[in-house]
Nanobody, 125 residues
Framework: QVQLVESGGRFVQAGSSLRLSCSAS????????MAWFRQAPGKEREFVAA????????SYADSVKGRFTISRDNAKNTVYLQMNSLKPEDTAEYSC??????????????????WGKGTLVTVSP
């Protein structure tokens, strides 16, 4: 069982930057593909970004490409989401997810084994 705990969400103004963190309890964190998802009020959950367990290749939703960066620190069992140039439409609950030996394609589809409870990001106009 892997436990994921997100942090870093808060209220910010449009144009600001924010870094989210997700700490994982997995003993073999380096073998997990990690991803970030978000769910805005009244909307379905959507894929944001993912980072592969093996080659650190990354993938992003078109809506965040060029503004968000996903990274990982295997020594700290942590995955990050650096968010720049935030927009009001980025307001959502952001959750991280993990999949053992997962592919980026699987991450895109939301087929992850473990999920965190989320951290709220609110971006004001």
């Amino acid at each position: 069982q892997v436990q994921l705990v997100e942090s870093g969400g808060r209220f910010v103004q449009a144009g600001s930057s924010l870094r989210l963190s997700c700490s994982a309890s997995a003993r073999t964190f380096s073998t997990y593909t990690m991803a970030w998802f978000r769910q805005a009020p009244g909307k379905e959950r959507e894929f944001v970004a993912a980072i592969h367990w093996s080659h650190d290749q990354t993938s992003y939703a078109d809506s965040v490409k060029g503004r968000f960066t996903i990274s990982r620190d295997n020594a700290k069992n942590t995955v990050y989401l650096q968010m720049n140039s935030l927009k009001p439409e980025d307001t959502a609950e952001y959750s991280c997810a993990a999949q053992l030996l997962g592919s980026l394609e699987l991450a895109h589809s939301g087929g992850m084994n473990y999920w965190g409870k989320g951290t709220l990001v609110t971006v004001s106009p």
